[in-house]
């Protein structure tokens, strides 16, 4: 069974609740891609996934799906593609669109057991933690992960306990100006990103700006957001 070891961890009842939990996935870039394939390595048994993006040659300094060969190609489908060829038996809804305002109360509700925010776009991302606080389900949302450097400063906790992460305070600020007294976990970095590792775009998909990321920082964010949300599913 290819879940054994996993089974000697968490025991029958952990991996039956797993299996019977649906987890939401929304960004699947550089962290949000290893949060989807860490959970169906973990056994999660039903993941929604959410993605309109392509993949682009930019992309290849750190995102999970990034080969010269899928450049081009949808990032939920290919994410999709990994997670059935880890678990066959995987129940996959795969969402090939951006979340706007508009469609994410049309997307949660309380068939998820928890929601992975991943999106890195402040707009969508407020619409995305807004709807999941109005319909009670529990999110997790990954903070940024570019201009730092130091894996040892990424921490988890309440985004109100957050500190020295910009995209944490503009989070915070934007919650409680339309009356969301924000109570969610977030992973985070106590290191302070420099200025001039930051770019301007043109507005594209909600985002103004981007920081540069170094390839392993992504990844770990989203081994942070992973953890939270399996250990929370087994209790």
Not at 38 to 46: D, H, M, P
Not at 108 to 122: K, N
Not at 184 to 206: C, I, Q, R
């Amino acid at each position: 069974m290819w879940r054994e070891r996993t089974k000697l961890v968490v025991k029958d009842e952990g991996l039956q609740k797993l299996e019977h939990s649906h987890v939401l996935v929304v960004g699947l870039g550089g962290v949000g891609a290893f949060v989807a394939e860490f959970l169906a390595r973990a056994g999660v048994g039903y993941l929604t996934i959410v993605d309109g993006d392509v993949v682009d040659i930019t992309n290849k300094n750190r995102q999970l799906i990034a080969l010269d060969s899928t450049i081009g190609q949808p990032k939920a489908e290919l994410v999709a593609q990994r997670l059935r060829d880890i678990n066959p038996h995987i129940v996959l809804e795969v969402i090939n669109d951006f979340l706007t305002p508009e469609t994410a109360y049309d997307l949660v509700d309380s068939r998820f057991d928890y929601v992975a925010d991943c999106i890195d776009s402040i707009s969508p991302k407020i619409s995305l933690l807004r709807a999941c606080h109005d319909s009670r389900v529990k999110v997790i949302s990954s903070m940024g992960a570019g201009g730092v450097l130091d894996p040892s400063k990424v921490k988890v906790a309440d985004i109100s306990q957050t500190r020295d992460c910009p995209l944490a305070r503009t989070i915070r600020k934007r919650l409680k100006k339309e009356g969301i007294q924000p109570k969610f976990k977030a992973v985070f970095s106590l290191e302070l990103p420099d200025k001039d590792m930051m770019a301007l775009t043109d507005g594209a998909n909600f985002k103004r700006s981007y920081y540069g990321t170094m390839s392993y920082m992504p990844a770990l964010f989203g081994i942070h957001v992973a953890g939270v949300i399996v250990r929370k599913l087994i209790e």
